[in-house]
Structures are given as structure tokens and as C-alpha cells.
């Protein structure tokens, strides 16, 4: 996502938008989250603000993918497109915040309280930053991560703003995220009051122990045979994370699998759970398809 100097930044609240061809940019400063975010709202091909409300999705990590997704989103909502989706509006959420490191703020938004560290993650930790106050901020963020509050902002800040300025609703609202940003897709499938649409891709599922096998479970129970409102839930893997070298995507694959297999023993009713192999990709290439498929999947043009 490219960035543009706001000449209008205000220190609460929603900035001034930008335009850039199909695309207008503002920041918000969220007090739910206590952070300020970068928000790219792309328009689908053709996009009317006449138009009857479509469905928006709200895109994670856009500080590194966002203009990635910008691109397919253009692409498949397009006339061009072979295999085209029906019309929705795109929202790429990135950070802004230069005193504190995208990694560690991921962590703080998108993974589930009181998600365990990986064994590992120490040494993940020491090997990714050049700096001790950097290593310390993603430490602490780890360890007290809130995709609670994080998914209180979609709903509760950003969603009502979107709507208000767009020619959207809440019929269809979705997220697609990747590896933790796939794992707070997971988590707000549960959770979630308004998004019904979840792209979930190599959620970051790292331990065995992980919040989301008791978080499923407690959503079953609360569901009971009355089930839930129609969700639609594609969870993704690489090819490279199952059958790679390195055992950390090992664990990821396995994890997800217990997942998958979790939700098929205690089906409920409306949560629609289907899963999808990215042939010849890996933990680091594997977004785009993944994206591809869970536009295709979760907003198939039936006309």
C-alpha cells in the first residue's frame, strides 16, 4: 500500500480521505485498539455510489500486501476477469506507527487472548530484530495480544464509518487474513457480530494448545442444534508449509488440520467450513492464491 502525506490528520478519530484512481486512502486513530492505522479503501470495477449496498471485505496486514490485493480485487470485480466475482468493496488495513514494528503490532490485533507463545518464538524473536527495543516490543505484544479489541474496532469503528461513506452493508461483510491475520480470521469466525464471509489463510495455529480448539468448542456448545446465522469459512494451506523444510510450517499444517478435523466432528449448523490445498506455495508465496480463492469462494458471481 502505498502511503500518501494526509494534509488534514486530526489526532482522534477519522482523517481526511484521499483519492488515487480507484483507491482513497485516510488514517484512523482507534481508541479501541489504542493505535493508529493506515486504511486503503478499494473500489470494485465500475463501482456507482448509486449502487444498492454490496458486500465489503476487510483486507489484514495491507502494509505489506495491500496493493497485491488491490490488484486481484481490481482484477476479479473487472470485466476481464475469466473467472469473475460478484461486485464487493475492499478495505486494506495497515499500520502506520514508526516507533513500533509491524510484526509486534500484529501481534497485539490479531492473535486471540491468551494465545500461548511458541517454544520457538524466542529465538524467532532475537533472529528478526536488529534491535533490543524491537525484540522487547514484540515480546510483550505476544504476550498480552487482543484480537478481542481488534475485531470490537472492525465491527464497532471502521464498519460504521464504511458503510456511512459506501455503497455497502452488512449482508456478506468478510475478512481475509494470513497467517496470524488467518488466525484472527478463525477467531472472529466465532466471535464476530456483523462479518459472516472469513478468508482464513495458514492461520497461524502454532501450538497445540491453542485458544481456537476451545474457542470452537465453546462456540458449538453455545450454538446447540439451533445453529447460527450462514457463515462461510476457507481455510488455506500451502504445499511448501505441509511438505517443506522447515518444521515450524510443519506444525502450522498439523495444527490446522487438528482444526479442520475438530469443526467436521462437531459440525454446526450454518458455519461452513471448507478447505483448500495452494498447490506449489509456500508460507511466503501463498497469499495471492489465497486470496484468489477466498474471493471466488466467499463472492461467487451467480449472474
Known amino acids: 500500500m502505498v502511503r500518501p502525506e494526509l494534509t488534514d490528520r486530526v489526532p482522534g478519530g477519522f482523517g481526511s480521505r484521499i483519492a488515487q484512481l480507484e483507491t482513497e486512502y485516510f488514517e484512523v486513530e482507534s481508541p479501541t485498539i489504542g493505535g493508529r492505522l493506515g486504511i486503503s479503501v ?7 455510489p448509486d449502487w444498492p449496498a454490496i458486500p465489503v471485505v476487510y483486507a489484514l496486514d495491507a502494509q505489506w500486501q495491500g496493493g497485491l490485493y488491490e490488484k486481484m480485487h481490481r482484477g476479479l470485480t473487472g470485466p476481464e476477469g475469466m473467472r469473475a466475482v460478484a461486485p464487493f468493496l475492499q478495505v486494506n488495513i495497515g499500520y502506520v506507527d514508526e516507533q513500533i514494528d509491524a510484526l509486534a503490532l500484529r501481534n497485539r490485533d490479531l492473535v486471540p487472548p491468551g494465545e500461548p507463545m511458541p517454544d520457538f518464538m524466542r529465538d524467532y524473536i532475537g533472529e528478526t530484530f536488529a534491535s533490543e527495543e524491537l525484540a522487547h516490543q514484540f515480546a510483550v505484544l505476544m504476550e498480552n495480544p487482543h484480537a478481542d479489541r481488534f475485531l470490537d474496532f472492525l465491527e464497532g469503528e471502521l464498519h460504521p464509518h464504511i458503510r456511512e461513506h459506501y455503497a455497502v452493508g452488512d449482508e456478506g461483510a468478510g475478512v481475509f487474513g494470513f497467517s496470524y491475520g488467518g488466525l ?103 497469499c495471492v492464491d489465497a486470496y484468489r480463492l477466498f474471493a471466488r469462494t466467499c463472492y461467487p458471481r451467480t449472474a
Request: proline share 6%.
Open 42 to 48: 478499494s473500489l470494485p470495477s465500475g463501482y456507482d
Open 184 to 286: 484472527f480470521a478463525l477467531y472472529a469466525s466465532m466471535h464476530a457480530r456483523t462479518l459472516t464471509r472469513f478468508g482464513a489463510a495458514s492461520p497461524g495455529i502454532l501450538v497445540p494448545d491453542s485458544t481456537v480448539f476451545d474457542a470452537y468448542r465453546e462456540f458449538a456448545a453455545r450454538a446447540g442444534d439451533s445453529g447460527v446465522r450462514e457463515q462461510t469459512v476457507l481455510l488455506t494451506l500451502g504445499t511448501g508449509e505441509v511438505f517443506g523444510p522447515l518444521p515450524m510450517y510443519h506444525q502450522l499444517a498439523v495444527e490446522n488440520i487438528r482444526f479442520f478435523s475438530l469443526v467436521r466432528s462437531r459440525p454446526v449448523p450454518g458455519y461452513s467450513l471448507t478447505a483448500q490445498i495452494v498447490q506449489g506455495e509456500d508460507h511466503e508465496t501463498g
